[in-house]
């Protein structure tokens, strides 16, 4: 059985090995490549070359990652609700000569969002970040409860079009587009999440400043290496909360091996090996993605 990962810069990303591991555990032949239409593929040009190469040449399907996500929605033949909602979809699965994509980032932040902070308030939260992964963070904040939500982008169209999504999708529920991140902004917040590249791998840079947080808000980003990101660690210096990144690669990749290989992640043990490869792995000096 074969599966890729397609995206830009995918070099430092665990899902490859983490798939692999899993798959020797439970007894059977499972090869997961890297497909980089600008480097190891320079023939493939776009998401439908990647995703035409890997039917024909008899994968079972792709996880997506930046930046395709959004633009894989157009190649496949049905869409997983959830994936229909938000328009994303990072994981596709070739079935009978037919693409169906999925979205397994909403259910991987979901489940990382209520194992970490089941007690903590989620009513009035900000999300930094309006691409793919964003939109199924954002999603899954409103369903767990926020009825207030920020979405930061320095593209106010694309903040504005998230903005737009999520309320057509959750018509209760208060969402507002910013370009910019203002101190009344975050003082209100209940908890903020990080959905941009910003904090992986040697990047220093944080999304904002912690220290403008209230004393008890929650921090979570979605950068998964280091576990620790500049912005959790200042999150940390300031007494705040935090959820790493680790949760949802976790829960994500899980449920996305599940629908690949048909067969049930054992989650215990695919944590195991995260954190075997989280301790292998040192600073990476290009953008990473799950």
């Not at 490859?16 to 593929?41: C, M, N, V, W």
Request: proline share 5%; glycine share 8%; charged share 20%.
């Amino acid at each position: 059985m074969k599966a890729a990962l397609i995206g830009e810069k995918t070099s430092g990303s665990l899902t490859p090995k983490l798939h692999e591991q899993e798959a020797k555990a439970q007894g059977f032949a499972y090869r997961y490549d890297r497909i980089d239409p600008s480097k190891t593929h320079p023939e493939l040009h776009s998401v439908s070359d990647c995703l035409e190469w890997a039917e024909a040449n008899g994968f079972a399907g792709v996880n997506i990652t930046y930046p395709f996500k959004n633009d894989a929605v157009a190649y496949v033949d049905e869409l997983s609700p959830i994936a229909e909602k938000l328009a994303s979809v990072n994981t596709v699965v070739f079935c009978e000569g037919r693409r169906i994509g999925h979205n397994t980032d909403y259910g991987g932040f979901s489940k990382a969002l209520d194992e970490a902070l089941q007690n903590q308030r989620k009513t009035t939260c900000v999300l930094f970040g309006a691409g793919g992964a964003a939109s199924a963070v954002g999603l899954a904040l409103l369903d767990a409860g926020a009825q207030k939500l920020t979405v930061i982008d320095p593209q106010q169209d694309r903040a504005q079009e998230l903005s737009d999504r999520l309320s057509a999708l959750r018509p209760g529920c208060t969402i507002a587009p910013s370009r910019l991140c203002t101190d009344d902004i975050l003082v209100k917040a209940n908890g903020v999440v990080n959905a941009t590249p910003l904090g992986m791998g040697a990047d220093q840079r944080k999304a904002f400043d912690p220290a403008k947080l209230t004393l008890g808000t929650w921090v979570a980003d979605i950068v998964y290496f280091p576990l620790e990101t500049p912005l959790l660690q200042a999150s940390m210096v300031c007494g705040l909360p935090v959820v790493s990144g680790r949760g949802m690669a976790l829960n994500q990749a899980a449920e996305a091996f599940q629908l690949i290989t048909g067969r049930q992640a054992n989650v215990a043990r695919m944590s195991a090996h995260l954190s075997e490869l989280l301790d292998e792995k040192t600073p990476h000096s290009e953008t990473e993605h799950v």
